[in-house]
């Protein structure tokens, strides 16, 4: 029951007693006591009177900003970024410190600890109240939480999410990949701030689309909701890691235009792109795309003109498909294959407006991702804090 009144409050701000009753269809002496327990552990607190009505002013309730905070930790190659928000979702505060030299598990763990600590102190916030953490870390983690590899820390099958559980007394959510992260940090800070619903469409080493209404993400019933980087769209394609063939992902993601590069004879490419193409030290694929994508004449017969308006229309079809089925304000661009590559950029953007149904009645704005990496931990801690809300049963008691 406690639980369920400070979900109500939460969801309507705030709120007189009276009508929490009507909310949730209890007696009002039941939703009384359930008040009363909530007042007196911190997590409700009394907000002013309600105004212009005829009668007695009702006393307000809201729920306390400082009942709990939700920490996100972005563990990047070189650097950490913690950011904390409060109850409410506002950032409470966040900081970005270089990893040192020492980077086993043990040694990350206490630079993690340190820099929580300084967070949670400087924001006033109780260590006991840290309600939960997401964790993000460039790699392959599975469902418990471990981290199977981690190329850039060197990291193979670490107890990241327990050994974080532990330490901080919290659920603790892992993830390896980006993708929902940056949808919630672009939704609360990034290119979709003002906007009441978005599309996330990332590419990068995956493709996927995130949904976000009114700061809410669309998970699914099994958290696959926008996973389009495995619909196929080229039957008997190229294969994909998943298993199957001609997968969106099997065919524009950063990884599949690397390899088509790769295919493609030395002479059909310029010498710069030659060099990292066959760089034996193993360029990073975003850097590859780049360089390919700035030295594209665009001219018919140029191999690359094929590779790119492929690798368009495939990406252009991933961001269409997302447009049709959730119908958003805003669509976000995001991922590497976009970041400081406005020709892509544009020329998917050209391609949507062909794709997508009433383009000139829609108003569908199509911005660039914001997302730097310093806002993953924003916004792994403001998804953590929304999965609170969504289920505050297990930490509220009663
Ligand atoms: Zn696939």
Known sequence: MDWQVLQVVHRLGATPQHKLAEHIGRQRSTINGAVQRLLASGWLARAGRSGTGRGR?????AVERDAGCFAGIDIAASELHIALVGADGALLDDVS???GDDRTLPAVMDQIDLNLRGLLSRAG???????????GVGGAVDHHGVVVTCASLGWHNEPLGDT???RCGCKVLVQGSAPVMNAAAEALMGAGRDAESLVYFHAGRGISARFVQRGQQLAGATQRAGELGHVVVEPGGPACACGNRGCLEAVASGPAIVESLRRLPDSGLPASVVKLVRDSNGCPASKIVGAAHREWS???????TELFSRATNHLAMGAAMAVAAYDPQVLVLGGYLFENNVGLLDAVRAALEKMVLDWDT?????????VISQNRAVGGAAEMCQRFWANPRGVVVG
């Open 298 to 304: 665009g001219e018919v017969g140029d191999p690359l």
């Open 164 to 166: 974080l559980a532990n």
């Open 57 to 61: 002013p009702a006393i307000l309730l």
């Open 125 to 135: 916030a109780r260590p006991d109240r840290l309600l939960g953490v997401w964790a």
């Open 97 to 99: 410190a270089p990893l």
């Open 362 to 370: 829609r108003g569908l704005d199509v911005v660039e991702g914001e």
